[in-house]
């Protein structure tokens, strides 16, 4: 079993930054074998990605809407994954769901982007951008 807990959501004006953070837990000595993902769900909407980071770290993904303003990264040593997001918009507003692809599906440099290629996932952050 993999643990994943998210921090670093919160309320913030538009145009401004907020850094998530994802710490796994459990069976983590093969952290640095895991695809990690990042996905979010508005309120009445279904949830998608956001943005994918293979396990090499090599690769990474990213939704149209956010190239440009948010950055995913990894921290195998601290079994981490963080997202960093700038230029914060409203319509980013949603709950952050960090997700471990522990499969692997695909090779080191895949990134996963579709739910079910993901086998453990965390609670959730709330993320609340205000115009």
């Known amino acids: 079993q993999v643990q994943l807990v998210e921090s670093g959501g919160g309320l913030v004006q538009a145009g401004g930054s907020l850094r998530l953070s994802c710490v796994a837990s459990?069976?983590?000595?093969?952290?640095?074998?895991?695809?990690m993902g990042w996905f979010r769900q508005a309120p009445g909407k279904e949830r998608d990605v956001v943005a994918a980071i293979s396990f090499s770290g090599n690769n990474t993904y990213y939704i149209d809407s956010v190239k440009g303003r948010f950055t995913v990264s990894r921290d195998d040593a601290k079994n981490t994954v963080s997202l960093q997001m700038n230029s914060l918009k409203p319509e980013d507003t949603a709950v952050y769901y960090c997700a471990a692809n522990v499969g692997p599906w695909g090779g080191p440099d895949y990134t996963a982007t579709k739910q079910y290629e993901y086998d453990y996932w965390g609670q959730g952050t709330q993320v609340t951008v205000s115009s």
């Open positions: 459990g069976r983590t000595r093969s952290f640095s074998s895991y695809g």
